[in-house]
C-alpha cells in the first residue's frame, strides 16, 4: 500500500476537500492508497514516510528534497484537475 501525505496550512479544511477526489480516482485506478491529512508546520524531513505529496501550498526545500511533491490547487479550482490526478497515480506507480 502507497501512503499520500494531503498537505494544507490547518491539515483540516482545504485537504480534506482534495482527498474524496484523489481517493476516488485512485480506487478507479486499482491504486491502494493510504491518505494523511497534514498541516504544513508538521511535515518536517525526519517525519515523512509519504510516497508522494499533494500540497495546497508551498512546501519547504528540504521536503521536496526527499520525496515526490504534486501541487494540488487544481482539484480545488477544476483547471488542470485530470493531469494534476495522472500526475499523482503515475508518481505511485512509477510511470512518469
Do not use: H
Not at 18 to 34: H, M, N, T, Y
Not at 55 to 69: C, G, N, R
Not at 74 to 96: N, P, V
Request: proline share 3%; net charge negative; hydrophobic share 45%.
Amino acid at each position: 500500500m502507497k501512503t499520500v501525505y494531503l498537505v494544507c496550512a490547518t491539515g483540516i479544511a482545504t485537504s480534506s476537500m482534495i482527498r474524496v477526489k484523489i481517493q476516488d480516482f485512485l480506487e478507479s485506478r486499482g491504486i491502494d492508497v493510504e491518505l494523511i491529512n497534514f498541516r504544513v508546520a508538521e511535515l518536517t524531513p525526519d517525519r515523512i514516510k509519504a510516497d508522494v505529496i499533494v500540497a495546497t501550498l508551498s512546501i519547504p526545500p528540504e521536503v521536496s528534497e526527499k520525496v515526490t511533491v504534486i501541487n494540488g490547487l487544481s482539484l480545488l479550482t477544476g483547471a488542470g484537475e485530470e493531469e494534476t490526478l495522472e500526475a499523482i497515480a503515475a508518481a505511485l506507480t512509477d510511470k512518469k
